[in-house]
């Protein structure tokens, strides 16, 4: 199975931004749609965007569409997620993972993922 890695956390001030990269070792990482998720401190994990085998899909959470952008690039093996416009509530632990190939991923859930990081803090301030 392959093994992720998330990187690029840190605190931010609103309106800031950040990119996160999610990198991955072994040789499936090119051939499964990725996702990122994000748990809040006290609430559930939720989904953020997921992105086909090779980028040419994509889908967000409702809230952040038009501030966030996912991408990837295969000969790297790293995904990534460029955070922009950034608000407080964006404030989360921020997860990728890979999608395990059984169903759409229009309708992404997490129960369709495996192999998941350990995850990077985001914090963004007021």
């Known amino acids: 199975q392959v093994q992720l890695e998330e990187s690029g956390g840190g605190l931010v001030q609103a309106g800031g931004s950040l990119r996160l990269s999610c990198t991955a070792s072994?040789?499936?990482?090119?051939?499964?749609?990725m996702g990122w998720f994000r748990q809040a401190p006290g609430k559930d994990r939720d989904f953020v965007a997921v992105?086909?085998?090779?980028?040419?899909?994509?889908y967000y959470a409702d809230s952040v569409k038009g501030r966030f952008t996912i991408s990837r690039d295969n000969a790297k093996n790293t995904m990534y997620l460029q955070m922009n416009s950034l608000k407080p509530e964006d404030t989360a632990v921020y997860y990728c993972?890979?999608?395990?190939?059984?169903?759409?991923?229009?309708?992404?859930?997490?129960?369709?993922?495996?192999?998941w990081g350990q995850g990077t803090q985001v914090t963004v301030s007021s």
């Open positions: 993972a890979q999608h395990r190939g059984l169903s759409s991923i229009a309708q992404a859930q997490q129960a369709d993922f495996r192999s």
């Open positions: 072994g040789r499936t990482f090119r051939n499964y749609a």
């Open positions: 992105i086909s085998w090779s980028g040419g899909n994509t």
